[in-house]
């Protein structure tokens, strides 16, 4: 981006949308979900950046499916407090589809929040 004077070109628009979907398809072959986790929140990030909005949707929804797995074992529950924090954080920026709720993304990490067991 810097190269390029913080524009996007059609080829680094679509050189942005393949590395992220390549991110996508391969995070969940890895084994350990903390690594997930933390991989799916750098592919977040680096799609907002570059506003790939529906690629952060699910890379979001994404991430939350990992944290809902990682709550499962009680050991793990303190490996998942700073990438919620991002992910609280970044759900802010998400745009939500103002049809359905402008904040659904945030609902539904309230709501994986409020299922678990503390």
Request: net charge neutral; hydrophobic share 45%.
């Amino acid at each position: 981006m810097r190269i390029m004077k913080n524009r996007h070109t059609k080829k680094t628009l679509a050189f942005s949308k393949v590395c992220i979907s390549f991110a996508s398809i391969t995070i969940p072959s890895l084994q350990s979900t903390q690594a997930q986790l933390g991989n799916y929140i750098y592919a977040l990030q680096c799609a907002l950046m570059n506003n790939l909005i529906s690629e952060t949707d699910s890379l979001y929804r994404a991430s939350l499916r990992a944290i809902k797995t990682l709550m499962s074992s009680s050991e793990t529950i303190y490996f998942i407090e700073t990438p919620l924090d991002i992910l609280l954080s970044l759900s802010i920026m998400i745009p939500g589809d103002p049809s359905v709720s402008g904040f659904k993304l945030l609902e539904e990490t309230l709501e994986i929040l409020n299922e678990a067991m503390w």
